[in-house]
């Protein structure tokens, strides 16, 4: 009677620990969802205020500035005593710099990746691969630094009239820090490729760089595009090589030799300086700010639109 006694207490305990067990599984069920939610509140809500803190500014900064002189002069003399505020020369600093970057970015970040995804054995891609990744987690300011004590110098002995800081210096170096993201997609897109549209090429006769360059970078083709948009998106969004390395000249110039300012340079020298809030040049920190904002978004946007549009089904 009592092992009988014992038995029941057993099979009641064990049937209250499944039932406690259970609802604290039906309180998880409920909570993680609301829990995720919340955070995707939080960055929605971010990004609200954002948009709202940049447009708030601008829209000042307008009422002050007009929207023809600040879109078409290539005149920036914000502290000036008859202050000029002309977005042209640092939108000219960005586009060049960022021409630049992919000059450098474009053909290395491609090739390596046609390397690792189509000649590297495995033991090389995985010894390369981590190696070229590593130079996307240097620091940005260490890259200025680079570029302005190492990549100058060696740029000046070879072209004495280049100026001490200039805008193609930190353009060959922020070309330097975005080969790790273009070689990594495009690397990504090109290994998607079937394997059996490689042995088709093959058996019908091609060699292995016909198949690479006919077969494979086609295929890959909307993956390898939308690396190099994101890329451009990333050198136009670029702050600390161009602040330290490219100068504070405001000049509107194609001369790469000479120093230019670029739009997150501009935001930086305003910040740091004595720019009291409510005057002109406070606002047009905001003004640009939102102009950069508006042409990264477009950028995200175009990658988006060409990996969706001409993304390749297997």
Known sequence: MNSMTKESLNIQQRIRQQSKS?????????T???????????????????????????????????????FTSTELNP????????LL??????????????AVAAPIGLMSAIYLS???????RNVLKPVLEVLAGVPTVVYGFFAFTLVTPVLRSIWPSIEATNILSP???MGIMIIPMVASLSEDAISSVPQSMREGAMALGSTKLETTIKVVIPGALSGIVASFVLAVSRAIGETMIVTVASGSSKNFTFDITESMQTMTAYIVEVTSGDAAAGTP?????????????????AMNLLARYISKR????Y
């Open 89 to 102: 020369p640092l939108l000219n600093g960005t586009l060049i710099s960022t021409a630049i970057a992919m």
């Open 310 to 313: 001409f993304r390749e089904a």
């Open 22 to 30: 259970k609802q604290r599984q039906q309180r998880m069920n409920r």
């Open 281 to 297: 040049i406070y606002y047009s920190i905001y003004a640009v700010a939102m102009t950069l904002f508006i042409m990264t978004f």
């Open 32 to 70: 993680i969802p609301k829990l995720l939610l919340g955070c995707a509140l939080i960055s929605v809500l971010t990004t609200i205020g954002i948009i709202y803190t940049l447009l708030a500014e601008t829209i000042s900064f307008f009422n002050i500035v007009s929207f023809k002189e600040f």
């Open 118 to 124: 189509e000649y590297a054995s495995t033991r090389v």
């Open 79 to 86: 502290l000036s005593q008859n202050p000029d505020f002309g």
């Open 171 to 173: 353009g060959i170096v």
